[in-house]
């Protein structure tokens, strides 16, 4: 539970086992994040008009601010609890990275072959582009953060996050102390004078978001190592900060209403860690949730990559079948991918 006193030294119960709260909000992410991108994203693409979507936009998204259909909050939930998973990991920093890594590359190859075979996949700009400096680019995630260059895995940035969160994580768990404040808050700075002094808005769209990282890091040592909750309350108002940045110095941004969905994603997690009680660990209990947390990252990047070509094969089918058989696609590549996960030493 998260500490309002003096710091405490850690107890010994699971002191690296995730809290269920954590574990169901992150399988809630996956269900979003399919919602946002797999349906709401790609039907709005293609002019399709579900009545279900329009009545969700108007009466929870918009109100809300959260918003059009969850996409945005979801990512943001994953970079949260990513940050918190980040700072309860204790394998060597090269084989989280290893791991961290692999959603993203592995679909990136995927992606490269679908659209070589003519294939539609999601890309940004939208027509697809295969050639070798485009697959290098978004393989390696420099594409992610250079603004113009194609992009065959929008959301691969969250990777590029979440990598960076573990060694960030790593760094806190080696010398604790003053580093748990002075590393968070050097991704916070970071962030904001990027967001400051970027040209390429590229690059800001994606760095706004690590403050997320860290006040997920800062929630794990509130609840594992005595940290006081004020700060990890403080350091939420500086990510929320960045984000107004964000929004001031690049207006192109401003319809998008980040700060509000960000606070949803930091009270949500930090309650879900706080609360997290019988009833979470009975929900978290199920397999099917457990699959999704643990999925969530692959769904997230393969939706984009399997999701849409099975949706650009099966046109000629109801929209509503074909979305069924492409979310069922999505969840069995993520499956098949995920076992080279396992593989790699814990």
Wanted: glycine letters at 10%; proline letters at 5%.
């Amino acid at each position: 539970m998260i500490s309002t006193g003096t710091s405490a030294a850690p107890n010994a119960e699971a002191t690296h086992v995730p809290r269920p709260g954590v574990v169901l909000i992150r399988a809630v992410a996956a269900v979003l994040v399919l919602h946002g991108f797999l349906i709401g994203l790609w039907t709005t693409q293609h002019g399709v008009r579900l009545g279900y979507l329009d009545a969700v936009r108007h009466v929870l998204n918009r109100p809300l601010g959260i918003g059009e259909d969850f996409g945005v909050f979801a990512v943001m939930l994953l970079l949260t609890t990513g940050g918190y998973l980040a700072q309860l990991d204790r394998a060597p920093l090269r084989w989280q990275l290893v791991r961290g890594y692999l959603p993203a590359g592995v679909s990136a190859v995927l992606a490269t072959i679908v659209a070589a075979l003519g294939a539609q996949v999601w890309t940004a700009p939208l027509a697809p582009m295969t050639g070798v400096l485009a697959a290098a680019g978004n393989i390696t995630l420099v594409s992610q953060v250079v603004n113009g260059v194609q992009l065959l895995l929008p959301l691969a940035w969250l990777v590029l996050l979440l990598l960076a969160g573990a060694a960030a994580a790593a760094v806190i768990n080696e010398y604790r102390g003053l580093a748990m404040l002075v590393v968070p808050l050097g991704q916070i700075v970071l962030s904001a004078a990027v967001v400051a002094v970027a040209p390429d808005s590229r690059l800001a769209g994606v760095i706004v978001f690590f403050p997320l990282v860290a006040v997920g890091q800062l929630i794990a040592l509130a609840q594992r190592a005595g940290l006081k909750s004020g700060f990890v309350v403080a350091f939420g108002f500086l990510s929320v900060f960045v984000m107004v940045m964000l929004q001031t110095l690049k207006p192109e941004f401003a319809r998008w209403w980040y700060p509000v969905p960000a606070v949803f994603t930091m009270l949500l997690v930090a309650l879900g860690v706080v609360f997290s009680g019988d009833l979470a660990a009975r929900l978290t209990s199920f397999s099917a949730v457990r699959w999704l947390s643990d999925h969530a990252v692959w769904l997230a990047l393969l939706q984009g990559v399997v999701g849409y070509a099975v949706m650009d094969v099966l046109g000629f089918l109801p929209v509503g079948v074909a979305l069924a058989v492409a979310v069922v696609a999505t969840g069995a590549a993520a499956s098949a991918c995920h076992r080279l996960v396992l593989r790699v030493p814990a």
